[in-house]
């Protein structure tokens, strides 16, 4: 993917995060160390071709973490179970 990809990726995931209470509890149930199922959990619920891999996992934890924090806080708010860490919904690996 290219960095515009993984950022638009990383928005319309959060965005919809936000919007499905039952995600992120999905989410949860997929192991923290397989990236590859991270990413085809990321390309089913948007309708991606290709799933982001690793690279594309790690990439798109940096810019939720850096540009996307804010919208990760109104998930919080919401009372949904969001992680504490915005980048972990996308590379599910412990801080």
């Not at 799933?51 to 009372?79: C, F, R, T, V, W």
Request: no cysteine; proline share 5%; net charge negative.
């Amino acid at each position: 993917m290219t960095t515009l990809q993984q950022q638009a990726v990383a928005a319309g995931f959060l965005h919809v995060l936000g919007a499905s209470p039952n995600l992120y509890s999905e989410l949860e149930k997929i192991s923290k160390h397989d990236t590859a199922a991270v990413g085809a959990f990321i390309a089913k619920t948007l309708g991606l071709a290709q799933p982001p891999n690793a690279s594309d996992l790690a990439a798109m934890a940096a810019y939720a973490d850096d540009a996307l924090h804010d919208q990760a806080e109104k998930i919080k708010e919401s009372g949904l179970a969001a992680p504490t860490t915005v980048g972990m919904m996308f590379f599910m690996q412990p801080g």
